[in-house]
């Protein structure tokens, strides 16, 4: 059974920086697409930054310049690097895989695997 476990939420204040963390059980991230959800209370779950097997990435448009999302295949581990927080990136951090669509770096939850989230709040 796959298991993904996010770590590294917390609060800061506006303008500040956290990293987070995916490890995984019982995959391997190299071998296909991964992404970066979010979601706050009474919103739908959005998409913030994916990575197929090659290394390609996406970003949805409210984080580009400011979040990276990076995999250490050797650690097995995926992060997501956030800069420049802003209140409005307060929500439920959550790691997913296992794409069911086509292979591609894609933001759509159609995600088979999930954590359990990580939450991120920011104050101004």
């Known amino acids: 059974q796959v298991q993904l476990v996010e770590s590294g939420g917390g609060s800061v204040q506006a303008g500040g920086s956290l990293r987070l963390s995916c490890a995984a059980s019982?995959?391997?991230?190299?071998?296909?697409?991964m992404g970066w959800f979010r979601q706050s209370p009474g919103n739908v779950r959005e998409g913030v930054a994916a990575m197929d097997y090659v290394g390609t990435t996406l970003y949805a448009d409210f984080v580009k310049g400011r979040f990276t999302i990076s995999r250490d295949n050797a650690k097995n581990m995926v992060y997501l690097q956030m800069h420049s927080l802003k209140p409005e990136d307060t929500a439920m951090y959550y790691c997913a895989t296992g794409f069911r669509g086509a292979p591609g770096a894609r933001l759509d939850p159609a995600y088979a695997y999930w954590g359990q989230g990580t939450q991120v709040t920011v104050s101004s």
């Open positions: 019982e995959y391997t991230f190299s071998s296909g697409s």
